[in-house]
């Protein structure tokens, strides 16, 4: 995807966490030191979050995609976490029900439109259950950024 960055600095293996607002926060604070992200960027995701959750219940293991408003947002990025413990999230559509999340996605884009095709791209991956467990059982960044960056190319 054209200037997308999937940058290893922004992937976080072994995530250790036991609320939703925990992963967003660590999550949004490694993307605003690396300079991708506004500091208004944490507060703002979170906020987000509780009003339209993101978790999809996918096969191999649940993945949630937070993101916000572009003005919150430096430069296009994706920062992955793959936590430690799964941690609930509220799926999409839902009000209360839940699923267990292995994998985040945190979106930092920079136009409305660009946020829409990057999740119909990210879709793929979501669908495929053995790139979610490459990525679920990845020990370096540098792994988790080929793979993805891999299959935006492909999509």
Known sequence: MEGLTVDASNVFIGLE????EDVLSQLADLMHDNGYV???YKDAVIEREQSFATGLPTVYCSVAIPHTDIQ???????GVAVLKETVPFVIMGEVEETT?????????MDKEDAQL?????????FQ?????????????????????EQELADA
């Open 17 to 20: 966490a036991t609320t939703k």
């Open 128 to 148: 495929n259950d053995q790139i979610l467990e490459t990525i679920a059982n990845a020990t370096d960044s540098n792994q988790v950024v080929e793979v993805i």
């Open 38 to 40: 506004k500091a208004s």
């Open 117 to 125: 095709s990057l999740l119909q791209k990210l879709m793929g991956i």
């Open 100 to 108: 267990d999340v292995k994998l985040i996605f945190m979106l930092a």
């Open 72 to 78: 919150h947002v430096n430069s296009k990025s994706i």
